[in-house]
């Protein structure tokens, strides 16, 4: 790396250069070191001029063949990793084959992205989606569910609509997922919340209704026969017990399933984005990285799921061994494979998910959508230039269920390109420009004697500055408040594995005792227990434009 991105900023103000009085230094964390004007990343990214891959995981969903209608195909890439689970793809029934199949709703998944743009910033990482997670989180769903049929005490039914629910936990998410929500709770005035037009949770009670209505016709035609078959009438029950599952109406052990620290959806993901960031562990950047000496590898993760999912116990007495709703336990035999789970899941969201190269493509996106809807919901739709109609309805925020449905990541590709030509706009058109030639903003980390450092007030403002001389356009119509907006972003985040507050998972231990697994950490003073519980990850970043010299 070179020495003047590793030096303390503490330079003569004679020089240009920032100065920090608590000897911060700026190291950019962009996978170039140099200080030319050519920082964008080697690596080019997956998709070229917003086109959508054909293939999501290798393997896994192959789009020329979507009529092939088995999730054997749809998980092909899996089966290997599912096999020594010990998870057998079984034969769908009608009402979840007909989702997965036949409805708009459920299918448009597949424009998702499961990873937002770590494709954008790394070529060799696949472009995994919402539609391939949610069929993977189904197969783990039924393999628990069938497993532990005995000990659950609920009707066939019920037991039917907990294995749709880990098929459709996910229909609610708009473009790029997680991404376009952090992005709209922004704007000042929003106090950090998503936004409900947005937030995918309210978005998969709305999608419920709509997909209730697309499988069962529940709407007034005429001429459609009103009288259901016995199993229609069986699979529109299953439908509404799942609907009130997901709606979180009722608490109880399948809401554990489905949403807690252990739960299937968190497994699922466990497996999936273990093989994504593979991709990633060859990066120079982050080979100093300590925690990654701790990441299991894909075989142990896999051997780490078995074990887990083996080691399910249903119980209905607490620690203290009191009568209590049914819970989901972990039986002691498992404990290390579980909080192994645990570290890796932080380790690979933390230090490969989020790496701070995908956080700038993800960045210069999020201020695209930022501007964009400004000029929308500021009556300046003229200066847009070409916008698709649908596309401004969602940034408005007054968008249909319909509409809604019809939103998935190529839009916003499209939309973008369009931008980048026909936008009166100057930031917009720049941003856009940039986005389309992946020439993304670049990341730097805030440190201080090599260990993680929040920068002060003053040297945030000197940055700011720096950005406002620096920044290459016509900016005489525009406040310095403004540009710093849109090419400036400061970010802390701060992360623990495991949440002692809340959802503690429970083990069930050889003297057949229950215990939380932080006090079962402390008696037996687990090694990897006392990582998992001391461990916290801490980054202050810091994005602008490659041109920006520090």
Same mark, same amino acid.
Request: proline residues 4%; charged residues 30%.
């Given at each position: ?12 103000? #004679? ?179 998503? @936004? ?29 026969? $009103? ?37 299937? %959806? ?9 093989? &994504? ?28 799921? $078995? ?10 007495? %607490? ?34 998910? #989020? ?35 649908? &596309? ?58 090599? $260990?993680?450092? @929040? ?60 215990? $939380? ?34």
């Amino acid at each position: 790396m070179d020495k003047k991105t590793q030096q303390t900023e503490k330079k003569s103000p #004679k020089d240009g250069k920032i100065n920090s009085s608590d000897n911060i230094n700026i190291v950019k964390r962009n996978g170039k070191t140099d200080n030319k004007r050519n920082l964008i990343p080697s690596i080019k990214p997956t998709n070229v001029e917003g086109h959508y891959p054909r293939f999501l995981v290798h393997g896994a969903v192959n789009l020329l063949e979507e009529d092939i209608r088995e999730l054997s195909v749809i998980l092909e890439s899996f089966l290997p990793h599912l096999d020594k689970i010990g998870i057998q793809i079984l034969k769908t029934s009608p009402l979840i084959k007909e989702t997965i199949t036949g409805t708009e709703i459920f299918r448009r998944l597949k424009g998702i992205s499961q990873v937002e743009l770590m494709p954008f910033a790394f070529k060799q990482v696949p472009w995994f989606t919402r539609y391939t997670h949610s069929c993977l989180t189904y197969v783990f769903g039924e393999h628990i569910i069938n497993k532990l049929r005995p000990k659950l005490k609920f009707n066939n039914t019920q037991l039917e609509a907990a294995k749709l629910c880990f098929l459709i936990h996910d229909l609610g998410h708009g473009p790029f997922s997680h991404l376009t929500e952090r992005a709209f709770k922004k704007p000042r005035g929003r106090g950090g919340k998503i @936004p409900k037009e947005y937030d995918h949770e309210y978005w998969t009670k709305i999608l419920l209704n709509e997909l209730r209505e697309q499988l069962f016709d529940t709407n007034n035609n005429p001429y459609i026969n $009103k009288v259901l078959s016995k199993e229609e009438k069986l699979n529109l029950d299953i439908f509404s017990s799942a609907t009130e599952i997901i709606s979180k109406e009722k608490k109880n052990i399948l809401s554990q399933l489905l949403s807690s620290q252990i739960d299937l %959806d968190r497994l699922s993901n466990y497996l999936g984005d273990r093989i &994504v960031v593979n991709a990633v562990l060859d990066e120079k950047d982050i080979q100093n990285e300590d925690m990654l000496k701790h990441l299991s590898s894909i075989n142990e993760v896999v051997e780490n799921i $078995k074990r887990i999912m083996n080691n399910f116990i249903v119980f209905e007495k %607490d620690e203290n061994d009191n009568k209590c709703e049914p819970f989901i336990a972990v039986h002691e035999d498992a404990v290390n494979p579980l909080i192994r789970y645990l570290l890796d899941r932080h380790i690979i969201r933390y230090y490969l998910l #989020k790496h701070s190269r995908r956080e700038a493509a993800n960045n210069l996106l999020e201020k695209i959508l930022l501007r964009s809807q400004y000029l929308v919901r500021n009556n300046e739709i003229a200066s847009l230039g070409k916008t698709d109609l649908l &596309v401004q309805t969602w940034l408005f925020g007054n968008h249909t269920e319909a509409e809604f449905v019809g939103m998935n990541d190529q839009m916003v590709f499209n939309q973008i390109r369009k931008w980048s030509k026909f936008t009166n706009d100057t930031i917009l058109r720049d941003l856009t420009l940039r986005f389309t030639a992946h020439n993304f903003f670049c990341s730097y980390t805030c440190e201080k004697d090599g $260990k993680p450092s @929040p920068p002060d007030t003053k040297l945030i403002e000197k940055i700011k500055s720096k950005v406002n001389d620096q920044i290459n356009l016509d900016i005489s119509l525009y406040p310095q408040e403004l540009i710093t907006q849109y090419y400036f972003t400061y970010d802390e985040t701060t992360s623990k594995p495991y949440h002692t507050d809340k959802d503690e998972a429970f083990i069930y231990t050889s003297d057949k005792k229950i215990k $939380k697994l932080s006090n079962y950490i402390n008696e037996t003073k687990n090694e990897y227990g006392k990582l998992l519980l001391n461990s916290e990850f801490e980054r202050y970043l810091l994005i602008m434009p490659p041109e920006v010299e520090l």
